[in-house]
């Protein structure tokens, strides 16, 4: 079906250049560290640790290599978090996308984007360089049938037309409880919709969500991501007769495991960008989350001279950076550098 509403100016021109160039920029650390391996994410590290659950990693570990995804308005977490592994045995591995420079191993670049650094870097690091390539392979596919260019028959602006003015409702089986958390992100961060995950047994949901105000059914759309199981597919027919539409998202070219994990994330960040363009909104993050993630990193208290930190470009595609290379602190790139007094005034 042809949308209407379409024009060949695109607002969202910078994000969808950046998901477009996305898929192998991962440039970082690809050797595999010590094993076993334990993972937890905190700030934004938190959505690429659930979608890391499909490589079966632990939580935690008292031996090998802890991996600790974190970012600046998590920061003493995080640092919590790789004390107590490196008390009970582990070496610590810290990514972050800002911090002080003797807390952070990894620096991986900031934004909703975020995920696919933090994750490549896991997996590669966790022995799994088969996995993260398969990725990158179905992400490169998605790109080639979603960019902006392909107006006809692409799979992410079809289905942000069929989103718009409606409320999502988003399933999974329970193996893959990820993808709604991603989807909830993404619409709500890039694509300024509130969608509704619904986790745990969904068979009392869908039964009894609708039964007292049958209305609430109204302009819903349900989203199947991924694989689906026998209770997954009976929840299907009850919404049938409860909701305006459900949709399958499968995902592509049969992905399992991880690399469909990471390609569903990057297909729906994809439809939450052509969303944001149907509500004529900016898919940037709005100011007040930059402000709020400041506040919490203890940016607004001001910093004294010996407090240096770094910080990832936002939406920024150029080399993952180790902490190990030797022009880290010298880099003349002042971007990289979180300084006080080249931020502007809210």
């Known amino acids: 079906m042809s949308d209407p509403t379409s024009n060949s100016t695109t607002p969202s021109g910078g994000l969808l250049g950046l998901l477009s160039r996305l898929p192998g920029s991962y440039a970082g650390p690809q050797t595999p560290e010590t094993a076993p391996y334990g993972l937890v994410g905190v700030g934004e590290g938190t959505l690429a640790a659930h979608l890391l659950q499909a490589l079966a990693l632990p939580s935690l570990t008292r031996s090998g290599t802890q991996f600790v995804l974190g970012s600046p308005d998590a920061g003493t977490l995080a640092t919590d978090y790789a004390d107590l592994a490196e008390v009970a045995g582990a070496t610590a591995r810290r990514i972050s996308t800002g911090g002080r420079p003797d807390e952070i191993d990894v620096l991986v670049p900031g934004g909703p984007l975020s995920t696919y650094h933090f ?3 896991v ?10 390539r398969q990725a990158d392979a179905a992400m490169a596919d998605l790109a080639a049938r979603c960019a902006p260019n392909i107006e006809e028959n692409n799979p992410a602006r079809d289905l942000a037309w069929s989103l718009w003015g409606r409320t999502p409702l988003l399933l999974s089986a329970p193996d893959a409880d990820a993808l709604p958390h991603a989807w909830q992100q993404l619409l709500a961060r890039t694509g300024k ?11 009392p949901l869908t039964c009894g969500a609708f039964d007292a105000r049958h209305e609430q059914g109204d302009a ?10 026998p209770a997954l597919l009976l929840a299907r027919e009850i919404l049938e007769s409860r909701i305006d539409e459900i949709i399958h998202v499968p995902a592509p070219n049969g992905a399992q495991g991880y690399p469909a994990a990471l390609a569903l994330w990057y297909f729906g960040a994809w439809v939450a960008a052509y969303l944001a ?10 100011a007040v989350l930059a402000r709020a993630q400041a506040t919490l990193s203890g940016e607004g208290g001001g910093r ?5 930190r770094l910080s990832a470009p936002r939406d920024d595609l150029r080399r993952t950076r180790v902490q190990e290379e030797p022009d880290w602190a010298d880099d003349n790139d002042e971007d990289d550098l979180d300084d006080p007094e080249d931020r502007e005034e809210d």
């Open 119 to 121: 994750a490549q870097a």
């Open 123 to 132: 997996a590669y690091a966790s022995g799994h360089a088969e996995e993260a």
């Open 193 to 203: 919709t509130l969608a509704v995950p619904l986790l745990g047994d969904v068979l």
């Open 220 to 229: 819903k759309v349900a989203l199947l991501l991924g694989d689906t199981d």
């Open 277 to 286: 363009e149907r509500y004529d909104a900016e898919p940037a993050d709005p």
């Open 304 to 308: 004294t001279d010996g407090d240096l």
